[in-house]
């Protein structure tokens, strides 16, 4: 049994198995690859397209490098098996590494760049330190030179299972595809160690292993596929003006306004003026947000759904969940993406918070009060429209934050006259 299943392995180690490998595997990534670089040319500020393209190239290049060097030895009748069985292995685990980077988002701050581009080196250097190291060991070199292969299929192993925690602690878009992948080349690795004394120095598990898992690659065009429409919803004045205004929202929001000043509780004063936000822009969904003093939690006041007709529950969300709306609010600004931005941790934070499998489009927009820069702010949400916001909104933000500070944060001065009495 063990015996056959090396044959069948090695196929794809020798010629001229070993095309169809390089074909499988080369031909996916070029496809995937070119289809990023298309998207990136398109447009330019897709960062997760640009991440896969680069880890597209990196991989494609590790297949090249196989390949020139399989033809060199081949046409030129250069035989230098140990050189190739360490280049081999080098490639395999370099293809893992960059493999694991590829899914994760490019704004994911769970794997830096730098952080892999110094275990590469690492791993080039120790390739280096092998192939160094095989002239200085003893006569028995054939089970010296296994133990070493030996080395590198559990450093394989550990690196994919370093790759399945992050995946499991992470949670990045295509998880599912990226365990599997990994799963798949871990069986490939295995199998290349229980079959070694049958495999020799060939790497056929591993390459079949990589023929029927590095192809998932594919689906990370499903990352930035959708938000090529996105450009022909992209708010112009005119555009805008139509989208916003396309329903007289009025006499119902006069009737919130003049509401607010009839409220009995805070509890209701913050339904009225949530309402009321959200009919002025028409937003599928609102959340008035209260940022404390000390700590690092952020406070939902209230939210409400426009479509629904429905208000969402007060809740407490940590700063670190909503990454990119507290960095544009702590310098001031307003935060809006329109497009796809489904990787982004704030959109997956809120879509957990509205339990939608979208968050549609945000603009987040900061308030402050005289003594205090950040006190809270306005999330506006399109899961359901599509909506995008841009000048317009904000010019209408900029004209009420002052107001809507004090009416939210500061204390109501007729409530204080009533305690006063």
């Not at 996916?28 to 597209?56: D, M, N, W």
């Not at 590829?102 to 952080?115: D, G, Q």
């Not at 120790?126 to 160094?132: Q, T």
């Not at 005119?238 to 119902?252: G, I, N, Q, S």
């Amino acid at each position: 049994m063990a015996s056959n299943l090396s044959t069948f392995f090695n196929i794809l180690a020798s010629p001229p198995g070993d095309l169809i490998y390089h074909l499988v595997v080369s031909l996916a990534l070029l496809l995937t690859g070119v289809y990023a670089l298309v998207h990136q040319q398109k447009e330019p500020g897709s960062s997760q397209a640009r991440r896969t393209f680069i880890g597209c190239c990196i991989l494609l290049l590790l297949q090249l490098i196989l390949v020139s060097l399989r033809i060199f030895s081949t046409f030129l009748s250069v035989e230098n098996t140990i050189f190739f069985t360490f280049v081999e292995r080098l490639t395999a685990t370099l293809t893992i590494t960059w493999l694991i980077w590829v899914f994760f988002n490019a704004e994911e701050p769970a794997l830096p760049t730098r952080f892999i581009i110094f275990l590469s080196l690492t791993l080039v250097i120790l390739a280096g330190v092998s192939i160094a190291l095989v002239p200085q060991l003893s006569q028995s070199s054939r089970f010296n030179l296994l133990s070493l292969d030996l080395l590198w299929q559990l450093l394989a192993i550990a690196l994919i299972l370093a790759g399945l925690a992050l995946a499991l602690f992470n949670n990045p878009s295509q998880q599912a595809v990226m365990i599997l992948t990994l799963l798949v080349l871990a069986v490939g690795h295995l199998l290349q160690i229980s079959l070694q004394n049958q495999m020799g120095l060939e790497m056929g598990a591993v390459r079949f292993a990589q023929t029927l898992g590095l192809p998932w690659l594919m689906v990370l065009i499903q990352r930035f596929s959708a938000s090529g429409s996105s450009q022909a919803t992209q708010d112009t004045d005119a555009a805008e003006t139509f989208t916003e205004l396309r329903v007289d929202t009025k006499p119902t929001l006069m009737n919130l306004l003049l509401k607010i000043n009839l409220t009995q509780t805070g509890e209701e004063k913050i339904r009225a003026i949530v309402q009321a936000l959200s009919l002025s822009v028409v937003a599928d969904i609102c959340y008035l947000v209260r940022i404390p003093v000390e700590g690092d939690k952020v406070e939902i006041l209230s939210g409400y759904d426009l479509i629904r007709e429905t208000y969402q529950q007060p809740d407490t969300l940590a700063k670190a969940d909503l990454p990119r709306i507290m960095e544009a609010w702590q310098n001031g600004q307003a935060l809006a993406l329109c497009g796809d931005h489904s990787q982004v941790r704030d959109a997956v934070t809120l879509g957990l918070l509205i339990k939608y499998y979208s968050v549609g489009n945000l603009f987040a927009f900061p308030l402050g009060l005289d003594n205090q820069a950040l006190v809270g702010g306005v999330i506006f949400l399109s899961p359901y429209t599509g909506k995008c916001w841009g000048e317009k909104t904000k010019r209408l933000m900029d004209q009420i934050k002052d107001t809507l500070a004090q009416v939210l944060f500061l204390p109501d001065p007729h409530e204080k006259t009533r305690q006063a009495l």
